[in-house]
């Protein structure tokens, strides 16, 4: 006959309540313990501060996006979408704050909203999570990580277009010239170029309007400070005031005279 060690015995004499207390919660209770943590619902006055610190916020980058635009799009409407779009995801935050259910039915009612705006330039997206990450900031209660955070971004994005860094080779300037069948146009914008230009390529040589024409193509670097009003007008006037456009590679820009 064999004998069981005491220890034994007692362990197994000892109730099942105890071991109950000592287990590990359920993953149901730690989801309701994320809950219940963030259950202090905010009070009116927080909510308009909330509502009016959103706005303000965004009010900046909405500034810092019409200030630092520089193609031929501009929208008031997309800048009025960036101040409504943060006031509305810190309202959302808000509503969801402590009750994770309906943060879940939040988000996926939004899912099923689709965009029909074509974006103009790729810099719109970036303003678009800007305002986004500023609404959640500030409907999250954190405050001073937006107040600190969303005028250093906008200053950055500010200084970096007034420096003009990583921007593409000046030389990316094309540039159609018509001129008549007995112009020589080797010399006719000498005068022009050496004044407004530090480079320029010949592309291509085409007639036009039944051979009564000659079109130039030209690919073209302006020196610093040239003003390209006053380069297109010099053109003209070397050509005889026939059709003269300049096209900026890269961008939505486009100077024509005829």
């Known amino acids: 006959m064999y004998l069981l060690p005491q220890s034994f015995l007692a362990a197994a004499l000892v109730p099942a309540s105890s071991f109950a207390q000592a287990a590990p919660a359920p993953a149901a209770d730690a989801m309701t313990r994320l809950v219940t943590d963030h259950a202090d619902k905010p009070g009116v006055q927080e909510i308009l501060f909330a509502i009016l610190f959103s706005f303000a916020l965004n ?20 800048v009025h979408t960036l101040l409504i779009l943060g006031t509305v995801v810190t309202l959302v935050i808000l509503v969801v704050v402590g009750n994770l259910a309906a943060a879940f039915g939040m988000f996926a009612a939004f899912s099923i909203i689709r ?76 005068a022009a170029f050496a004044r407004f230009v530090s480079h320029q390529s010949l592309k291509s040589v085409e007639t036009v309007q039944a051979g009564l024409m000659t079109e130039l193509r030209y690919e073209v670097t302006l020196k610093d400070g040239a003003e390209v009003g006053e380069f297109v007008r010099a053109l003209q006037a070397a050509n005889g005031n026939n059709r003269v456009l300049l096209t900026c590679v890269g961008e939505q820009s486009v100077v024509e005279a005829e």
């Open 115 to 190: 965009f029909r705006r074509n974006v103009g330039q790729s810099r719109d997206i970036g303003f678009i999570f800007l305002a986004m990450g500023t609404g959640l900031a500030v409907g999250a209660r954190q405050y001073e990580l937006a107040a600190v955070t969303v005028p250093l971004v906008c200053a950055i994005i500010f200084a970096l277009s007034r420096a003009n860094l990583f921007s593409s080779f000046k030389g990316s300037h094309l540039l159609r010239i018509r001129v008549g069948t007995d112009v020589d146009y080797d010399q006719a914008f000498v």
């Open 59 to 78: 009010l900046l980058v909405a500034w810092t996006y019409k200030q630092t635009y520089r193609g031929t799009r501009y929208s008031q409407d997309y």
